[in-house]
């Protein structure tokens, strides 16, 4: 099991940025930026592979969020720009050892038919209008 921890949450006006890490006690296959709003389901926003850097996003933040990792440190940090109001929400880093791509995980996560090994404790972004 791998402990992960968030930081860089915080609350930023629309069109604002914010950068979220992610440190994990140790080596995963793929780390994932999920999110979730009260009272909705929790969400994939993005994901990456150690070995190679494979990333995929949600249609949603594609071409304004930009997930990279940094093999030294254990820290995968997602960059958000061009924050909207519809972004606020509590975001977790998740983790798994096992072999998945980040497109599989997307796909697996949103059907129902996957869930991440380990997950951090969430941080809360928030974007006003």
């Known amino acids: 099991q791998v402990h992960l921890v968030e930081t860089g949450g915080g609350s930023v006006q629309a069109g604002g940025s914010l950068r979220l890490s992610c440190a994990a006690s140790?080596?995963?296959?793929?780390t994932g930026w999920f999110r979730q709003v009260q009272a909705k389901e929790r969400e994939f926003v993005a994901a990456i592979t150690w070995n190679d850097g494979d990333t995929y996003y949600s249609d949603s933040v594609k071409g304004r969020f930009t997930i990279s990792r940094d093999n030294a440190k254990n820290t995968v940090t997602l960059q958000m720009n061009s924050l909207k109001p519809e972004d606020t929400a509590v975001y977790y880093c998740a983790a798994d050892p096992g072999i998945i791509t980040p497109q599989k995980m997307a796909i697996s996560y949103e059907g129902g038919s996957y869930r991440p090994y380990d997950w951090g404790q969430g941080t809360q972004v928030t974007v006003s209008s």
């Open positions: 140790g080596r995963t296959y793929i």
